[in-house]
């Protein structure tokens, strides 16, 4: 975890919870929207790594946002043995803690093991919600054992509460749509911008980490949606040279559009 030098927490946070208020806007990107508060949370929280869950229309959850490849896998985990700490925060709508996951072996047996051997020891979930509607939850994980700061529970609470709001306010926005429309919206972004990154990957040799920062960074320089940019990529009206001398300097993909022909 990263956290940011003495005094500048406040400001931070600040910044962070408009950037979160920025995306209340007709126009705004859900994918990006769950990215930008994993990454808040674990650069000003108390926590390592983090992950999203959001259920659909039928409450069933996917896994929408994650830091890392082994989170994704735990988030799935949770999915699949229909056990852990986001489940049950979904559940109760309540914010659950394991301060040591030595301790939660007989809770989760299968959560539990999978989440220590990869180099968690410490977990937090609070759900994503508004008054009594819960759509998902956000997960937050440690590598040391030890108790969430409380100060730090009601921030991710309340960066979750926001995150929230941003997708519920787009349901406002367009009220002949239903929120299960918009959640798989979604979720087929999702399933676009994974096979983007296959793509990358495989054309480039970097790593799915490295490939998904560099295709989030160049969309935000450039004012796109992360899905618009994937599907293009998917699709092949735009390609990528990572051994042209502009992508060497940049240390970035360098995404061209690929001129189409009538």
Known sequence: ???????????????????????????????????????????????????????????????????????????????????????????????????????????????????????????????????????????????????????????GQALADVATIGILHERALRRSETLAEQLQTALNNRVIIEQALGVLAERTGLNIPNVFTQLRAHARRNRMRLSDLARGIVEGSMTLDVLSPRAQQLDEPYLMHTPTHG
């Open 1 to 155: 975890m990263t956290f940011p030098r003495p005094g500048a927490r406040e400001p931070a946070l600040l910044d962070a919870f408009v950037t979160l208020a920025d995306t209340l806007t007709d126009d705004y990107d859900v994918i990006d929207l769950l990215d930008r508060l994993i990454e808040t949370c674990t650069q000003l929280l108390a926590a390592d790594t983090a992950g999203i869950m959001l259920a659909d229309g039928r409450g069933a959850l996917w896994v929408m946002a994650y830091t890392t490849e082994a989170i994704r896998c735990l988030e799935l985990l949770q999915i699949q043995a229909q056990e852990g700490p986001c489940l049950d925060c979904v559940h109760t709508g309540q914010a659950v803690s394991a301060s040591d996951l030595t301790q939660s072996l007989d809770r989760w047996p299968q959560f539990a093991p999978r989440a220590l051997q990869e180099g968690c020891c410490a977990v937090h979930a609070v759900p994503m919600r508004l008054r009594t509607q819960i759509i998902g939850g956000l997960n937050l994980f440690s590598t040391q054992p030890g108790p969430l700061p409380p100060e730090d529970l009601r921030v």
